[in-house]
């Protein structure tokens, strides 16, 4: 058992130490395994005799000596097989360790881990073990596989890169944005992953949260001045702040309108609000940004009838206009149906209709069935209801979609002339 | 996003007439390596998250509980029933993705070597996340 400060800083650690070892190796997969035996010997050796004068040096050289010895023997054992299959290119690199540490080593790894070849499933799995450093077993368990299925998950992850040529190196200016948008993408995923949790697997899942919360901080230290990096991490903590409340007792799902406000935590929504305040003003406004800026109008409204609903309305439009995301004109539809009536929204769905990506989809009909509620057409509301609860591959959305139904079927058999409104 | 594919077989008389209790040894030997092997291409691949075979349909007993809560034993099967014999649980990106595992499956060779074209079942496993935001 290893001191949590020790833990701590071993962590913090890894990635910037990865980093600089993949530099100089070009290997993923050996340069992991290297500095995991470093990360091991330093958990025993530091833990007796204190902390080196400059822990990351002493990694950096620790597994660099590991490997460079592992591609020596290999070196030799090619050597006495064929004397001209020697590699001596590989042991002058290796023998010439200079054992400093840049922050683009860190972010080039990022980089890496969420290169756009990789599937969505490996860039999360490589980027929470390569540069979040937890355990194989730690992601599997998280993800609900086998942690054999994780193991090879990852390393095909890790081949991908080495096979793709991946240049490791920052990305050049003009891709730089795409190559951003990925990152964001797949911190935001396991982030979801983690909040979306249902509640069997609470616990466990609820730290991927934490965790992607924890490296978009980590690519917010890297590049400071990205409005984007910081919109992410600020519709991060917006969101985590409301998780005490999202679930019940029995482990229902409470939508935002009906949940218990006192709590939110206060702390988190605050250092989201002056996040998303301090980088708004700065004119380079994206999409993260504008989501960061509606999860803090509903965040700031006391209760649920005092939310600014016009002004979320206002940022839909904005976000409208940047985005040709299905899923934001169907929050843009509820939206106008707050501010000026379910007609209205409606009107917004029945346009939705022939939107080839949400036709059919189950959170288009648990909206339709929202809005029907509101306007009193109970019995097509419950068609509806029923309708999303059929699609959704969600247990606890269902679950929610099933007992609206239930409740408005209990409505209608005492109110049967509330039929149509 | 997880599926289950869903390995069925009819309890009737005609299918154990067909079945692989009466394939020869070469056959049936064949048939498990198939399985074994695509097993394991999908541990390779990072999918595989379990698959099970189950006891023979003639084994099975359906059970309801009694007044009491006692169990009672259901143990005559009407003769079309189709039984489940096995299954995978995969994890993979795509929809399409668990329809190629499943039409592979369905491939495996029978009497004779010919593909058996078995139907598989699949169901996605309810372990998505809802999306409440975008």
Known sequence: MIAPDLEHLLRELAPQVLGAVVRRFRDFASAEDAVQEALLAAATQWARQGLPEHPRAWLVTVASRTLTDQIRSEVARRRRETLAAMESGYVMQAADIEPEVSSDDTLNLIYLCCHPELTRSSAIALTLRAVGGLTTGEIAHAFLVPEATMAQRISRAKRTTKDSRVPFRLPAAGEQTERLGTVLHVLYLIFNEGYSASWGELLQRNDLASEAIRLTRLVRTLLPQDPEVAGLLALMLLTDARRAARIGLHGEAIPLHKQERSLWDRRQIDEGVRLISSVLPKGSVGPYQVQAAIAAVHDEAVRSEDTDWPQILALYDILQRMSDNPMVRLNHAVAAAMVHGPGTGLELLANLDSDERLKGHHRLEAVRGHLQEMSGDTQQAIASYLNAASRTASLPERNFLLEQAARLRLILKHHPVRRQG | MKFILMMGMKADAESKSKGIMTWPKE????????????????????????????????????????????????????????????????????????????????????????????????RQILSGPPDEFV
């Open chain 2, 27 to 122: 056959d049936i030997q064949a048939h498990i390596a198939f399985m074994m092997s695509l097993n394991k291409q999908l541990k390779e691949a990072g999918e595989f998250v379990s698959a099970e075979g189950l006891a023979w349909p003639d084994q099975a007993k359906l059970i309801r509980a009694g007044k009491d809560g006692t169990p009672i034993t259901d143990g005559v099967f009407p003769e079309s029933k189709e039984f489940l014999i096995g299954y995978w649980i995969i994890d993979v990106e795509t929809a399409e993705r668990a329809y190629q595992v499943a039409a592979r499956a369905s491939a495996a060779p029978g009497a004779g070597g010919a593909p058996l074209d078995m139907p598989i079942e699949v």
